[in-house]
């Protein structure tokens, strides 16, 4: 009897607890992909408690009231790698790869982390003003009074001599954006550092690249890579110093500087785009 109702039930039964685990899979997967929201959201001593972490630790880049530098500016509240809490918490705590900010995990304890995130929040602002400039006529200079398209790349598009800017707009501030663009060389990533290598006949080669004891390597102007021996060379240098020209303020009038930055601020990658 039992045989014969097993053979009658099983598949039902097994249909049953398929249809069971089914569900709750979907469910935990559900709940899981439910991002938790800031517990002390506009608690007005986490706030505080925030500001106080913030500037020790994010102020560097960030600026005192967030309104950016080498980093982007927090007060639009829009931000780079995602708008939710948790992604702000996850950027925090763990850094972006690939770019300059670093992760506090080891530093920031969790709570730490969730008031500097209600710190950020505050600073969001409804009132920022218009951009001035013509992010069209800004994106005519780009590709051709300026030149910029000759070293910096857009969206696959351009020179590799200088930083990328498809996102450019979210990593970086309007403030930092017009310093960049009128005095290059006040800030100079280590590895857009000029490099000039002189050969034993004179010729004289210069872009970016590094060097060591024994090579240099070495980009030029059109892309190309080089290697050399450093005891081939009569001299090589490496100066923490920009290539990209320092009369833009002469060259291009205040109309046009508004122009193309407002261009440079409107790059703000492709998923921001869609």
């Known amino acids: 009897m039992r045989l014969s109702l097993t053979a009658a039930y099983g598949g039902r039964y097994s249909r049953r607890l398929q249809h069971w685990w089914t569900a709750l899979i979907v469910t935990s997967v559900a709940c899981f992909a439910q991002r938790p929201q800031n517990p002390l959201a506009g608690d007005p001593d986490a706030i505080a408690g925030g500001g106080a972490a913030f500037r020790p630790y994010c102020t ?7 309104e950016g530098g080498r980093g982007p500016d927090l007060t639009h509240g829009v931000y780079s790698a995602g708008d939710k809490d948790s992604d702000l918490f996850n950027v925090i705590a763990h850094g972006v790869p690939g770019t300059d900010m670093a992760g506090f995990a080891s530093e920031l304890s969790q709570q730490d982390i969730w008031r500097i995130v209600a710190f950020i929040r505050s600073l969001a602002r409804h009132d920022v003003p218009a951009m001035p400039g013509n992010r069209a ?3 005519k200079l780009f590709w051709g009074k300026g030149g910029c398209g000759a070293c910096h790349a857009v969206n696959g598009k351009g020179g590799r001599l200088g930083p990328p800017l498809s996102r450019i707009g979210r990593e970086r501030s309007l403030a930092f954006l017009r310093e960049s663009v009128l005095t290059p060389n006040s800030d100079v ?7 000039t290598a002189v050969k034993r006949d004179g010729t004289k080669m210069v872009g970016i690249g590094s060097l060591d004891n024994f090579t240099v390597q070495i980009t030029d102007a059109a892309g190309n890579d080089y290697s050399f021996e450093r005891s081939d060379l009569a001299s090589s240098t490496r100066e923490l110093k920009s290539l990209m020209p320092d009369d833009y303020g002469r060259k291009l ?4 500087i508004d122009d193309l930055l407002a261009y440079l601020v409107s790059l703000r990658g492709a998923e921001a785009a869609r």
């Open 60 to 66: 560097p880049c960030h600026g005192i009231r967030g």
């Open 137 to 139: 006529a800004g994106e």
């Open 253 to 256: 009038t205040a109309a046009e």
């Open 189 to 195: 990533k280590p590895q857009y550092a000029t490099v």
